[in-house]
């Protein structure tokens, strides 16, 4: 049977380049460079969605949920029509914050154990408590580079998929948010690439000396005979949409 899809709500992308729109489920890596609106771009999803009645929860490490909301209000993007189906995880103060969710829950009873396997598991049971109290069927999380710091991964390979096997089994639509990792970066720091449903990639296209286009190319998204080409992204009057992009 085919799965059932969920929109991005970006103007001309569903139906051009993903066919209709992400399959339910999948796991997606939204890559790209600072100043590609990588983050506004996951809230805008997960925000369209909720307006339509589709639950969503957003889980941000790098700016405390107050600068998150100021920014996507200046995009003209009202919050506080989803703030009951899309509520923020506030997690900015890293790893300070998860250490106190360990110490209250108690999460931590072996003392030999790596710190890094108290973490994750608390987290993952506060996902868990959200999900089952708001049982939201879109995640954000932004982002997976400040995720994996604070986790502080010893054998990146295992608990790279570890987590993304989770993430599915959560029976919900994913969104990573991810910074383009360097020319130089090692194998290993790929591997979320060949782990993850879909890839989404954002950049900023030199198109004369002094200016930039903002451009977005579904490179893999499983189970979607999706168009790979280049598209311009433009946000105008709150909304997002693509067109094609001409070299």
């Known amino acids: 049977m085919a799965r059932a899809l969920v929109k991005t709500h970006i103007r001309g992308f569903d139906q051009e380049v993903l066919r209709g729109g992400i399959p339910q489920g999948h796991v997606i890596l939204i890559r790209g460079a600072s100043g590609t609106m990588k983050s506004s771009l996951a ?3 997960l925000y369209h969605n909720a307006l339509e009645g589709t639950p969503g929860l957003y889980v941000t490490l790098e700016q405390p949920a107050g ?3 100021e920014h996507v209000a200046a ?6 029509a989803v703030s009951d189906a899309l509520p923020i995880l506030d997690l900015s103060r890293g790893r300070e914050h998860l250490e106190e969710m360990v110490t209250k829950v108690g999460a931590m009873t072996d ?19 959200l999900r089952k109290k708001r049982k939201f069927q879109l995640l954000a999380i932004d982002s997976w580079d400040a995720l994996e710091l604070m986790l502080e991964f010893q054998d990146r390979r295992a608990e790279t998929f570890g987590f993304f096997e989770w993430l599915r089994d959560l029976g919900v639509t994913s969104l990573l948010i991810s910074e383009e990792p360097g020319y130089e970066a090692p194998a290993t720091a790929l591997e979320e ?5 879909g890839i989404v990639h954002l ?15 579904c490179v893999k998204m499983r189970s979607v005979n999706q168009d790979s080409d280049d598209h311009t992204l433009l946000f105008e009057n709150g909304r997002f949409e693509v067109a094609r992009a001409i070299g």
């Open 43 to 45: 809230y805008y999803v």
């Open 67 to 69: 600068g998150l909301l």
């Open 75 to 80: 995009l003209g993007l009202k919050a506080t």
């Open 111 to 129: 003392d030999t154990a790596p710190r890094g396997e108290a973490l994750i598991a608390v987290l993952k049971a506060k996902v868990l408590e």
């Open 193 to 197: 690439e060949f782990l993850a449903d």
């Open 203 to 217: 950049r900023l296209q030199p198109v004369s000396e002094t200016s930039y286009q903002r451009r977005v190319q």
